[in-house]
């Protein structure tokens, strides 16, 4: 899946399908073709959708995300969605339709023509009638997103050798969140501050103790050096008694 935010790179999906479509068309087609190519040239092909096919059933499904009790999808920031889409027609007249490509968006919750990001996914695969195909698409949620809600849409593309048309495949709000972190990278986050914080405090008694420690063998000195002096004194007036006796 190639993430791209230009609006005239995704289009460039629309215009090679249409001209795949109508290598061997009238003139009058031909002229039909011109007039889209500028009309989707000139606005985003996610706003400006060609109609879908009848005969077309399209469904989605996202492995491992189900919808909440309000059938609203939440995906986690950082992560990258897969969205699987299911794709079948009945249209017997044409010996195959062409899926083109897929593309996907996600557009503010305010405005739905603000495009947040935009994914795009070539395929170029043909389904004949009556025949199933399920396609893998990738919806990149990027880090930077907060945790809000969002529109999501997603859409595939195909053309049937005269006309190119667009179904969705999903197109709704869904809440982004912050993925739960792995048990064991918590732990490691905790002793990451604690541990330092630890060594600090264990540093922190040790100098305390030690200088603490030394104040005392300093005080015991002075005290000891102090006893000595007392008993020397002691001593000489004992010696001047004697001899003044």
């Known amino acids: 899946v190639t993430v791209r935010g ?35 040239s000139r606005s985003h092909p996610l706003t400006d959708l060609p109609g879908a096919l009848e005969s077309v059933r399209t469904a ?14 939440s995906f986690p920031i950082g992560e990258t969605v897969r969205l699987l889409s299911h794709f079948s027609h009945s249209q017997t007249d044409v010996e195959a339709l062409q899926v083109t490509g897929m593309m996907g968006s996600i557009n503010s919750p305010f405005d739905f ?16 009638a009556e025949a199933e195909f399920t396609f ?7 880090a930077s997103l907060d945790p809000i809600e969002y529109i999501v849409a997603t859409t595939i593309f195909y053309n049937n050798g005269r006309h190119v048309f667009a179904s969705t495949l999903f197109n709704a709000t869904v809440l982004l969140h912050y993925p ?15 541990l330092p914080l630890a060594l600090v405090a264990l540093g922190v ?16 000195a002075a005290e000891a050096a102090a006893a000595a002096v007392a008993a020397d004194d002691d001593g000489a007036d004992d010696d ?6």
């Open 136 to 142: 893998d698409f990738e919806l990149p949620i990027h």
């Open 6 to 40: 230009d609006d005239d790179l995704m289009a460039e999906v629309l215009a090679a399908a249409e001209a795949e479509a109508h290598d061997t068309a009238d003139p009058a087609l031909q002229d039909e073709r011109t007039m889209r190519r500028t009309h989707y």
């Open 240 to 245: 001047w008694a004697e001899v003044a006796a």
């Open 113 to 128: 023509d603000y495009y947040i990001a935009n994914f795009s996914k070539p395929l170029q695969v043909s389904v004949p």
């Open 205 to 220: 008694c040790y100098v305390r103790n030690t200088n603490l420690e030394q104040a005392r063998e300093k005080q015991r």
């Open 60 to 73: 989605f499904y996202f492995p491992g995300y189900t919808g909440g009790a309000d059938g609203r999808y």
């Open 180 to 194: 739960p972190r792995d048990p064991a990278a918590q732990l490691l986050t905790i002793l990451g501050i604690v």
